[in-house]
Nanobody, 126 residues
């Protein structure tokens, strides 16, 4: 399994931006896809965005246009740029990696992922 460590969370006012980082302990080319998930208090963990080893990205509709997922293979790091944040974006954000083959869209549901980070908190105040 790969070790994943998230950073970059914090408190921000509505309309602000944050960039989350996820440092992987192994070369990112060894995974098939990686993703960001989030979990608000009292709610289930939900996918935010995923990216495969070829750079193909997938977003949940409500995030498309505001969030951008990217990867830096040279530094084994995954990023999530978040703009125009609102209070509904508040939650714990998790990085995840999957090593399975797949067909069609890049996976973005929890059963498809094999390794998880500990999370970084994002709080958006209105």
């Amino acid at each position: 399994q790969v070790q994943l460590v998230e950073s970059g969370g914090g408190s921000v006012q509505a309309g602000g931006s944050l960039r989350l980082s996820c440092a992987a302990s192994t070369y990112t080319y060894r995974w098939s896809y990686m993703a960001w998930f989030r979990q608000a208090p009292g709610k289930e963990r939900e996918g935010v965005a995923s990216i495969d080893n070829n750079g193909q990205a997938r977003y949940i509709f409500s995030m498309k246009g505001r969030f951008t997922i990217s990867k830096d293979s040279a530094n084994n790091t995954l990023y999530l740029q978040m703009n125009a944040l609102n209070s509904e974006d508040t939650g714990m954000y998790y990085c995840a990696a999957g090593f399975r083959s797949y067909g069609g869209a890049v996976p973005l549901s929890t059963p498809h992922f094999d390794s998880w980070g500990q999370g970084t908190q994002v709080t958006v105040s209105s």
